[in-house]
């Protein structure tokens, strides 16, 4: 089983939609997680962290369950510039990130 | 603040010639990492320094790559010789040694081995 697993898409929505991305993570041990954001031929930048209560940040809201090992990201009133690739990552004991293949999503006018 | 800074950008070699790749980490920083990007594989962790030393180089695929870390401000990752199969985008980023604390990446260098 690979350490961290997501669903590679692509997923295409309209201008407005509301879009779920689901991670699952093998590594019980793991404490830290994240959601990274990657354009076309850019780097990965930090989206958002993940808490275990959840955590909202404007139009994008993050869940953990650890008891499944699942995590998920929910975008909001999309927009254009949403269109990208999205990354789970995962962290455990260590400072070394595992980073799922990621989430394409296109928003489409 | 410049970000974590890689060179060279691009890189077109042939194969059996020795790539070298260059990063500077964020001042500060005490954690540096190289990954390497595939549509295949993914971003996969090659090797991690934690204050200049190595701490983890289990993601090396072979001895034809090496990773050194002379200087906070400064590390390498060199192929020799270099394969086909090595085309990838190389990223370099750097974090402040804390768990739970985000990586900041490079913006990569894309090498092409023909």
């Known amino acids: 089983r690979k350490e961290v697993e997501q669903d590679p898409g692509p997923f295409n929505v309209p201008e407005g939609a509301t879009v779920a991305f689901n991670c699952t993570y093998s590594n019980s041990a793991s404490q830290s997680f994240f959601w990274y954001r990657q354009d076309c031929r850019k780097e990965p930048k930090l989206l958002m962290s993940?808490?275990?209560s959840g955590n909202e940040d404007g139009r994008f809201t993050a869940q953990l369950n650890r008891a499944s090992q699942y995590i998920s990201l929910l975008i909001r009133d999309s927009k254009l510039s949403d269109s990208a690739t999205y990354l789970c990552v995962v962290q455990g004991g260590s400072e070394k990130l595992v980073f799922g293949k990621g989430t394409k999503l296109t928003v489409n006018p | 603040d410049a970000g974590v800074i890689q060179s060279p950008r691009h890189e077109v070699t042939e194969m059996g010639q020795e790539v070298t790749l260059r990063c500077k980490p964020i001042s500060g920083h005490n954690s540096l990492f190289w990954y390497r990007q595939t549509m295949m594989r993914g971003l996969e962790l090659l090797i991690y320094f934690n204050n200049n030393v190595p701490i983890d180089d289990s993601g090396m695929p072979e001895d034809r790559f090496s990773a050194k870390m002379p200087n906070a401000s400064f590390s390498t990752l060199k192929i020799q010789p270099s394969e086909p199969r090595d085309s990838a985008v190389y990223f370099c980023a750097s974090g402040t040694g804390q768990g739970g604390s985000p990586l900041h990446f490079g913006n990569g260098t894309r090498l092409t081995v023909t």
């Open positions: 993940v808490y275990s």
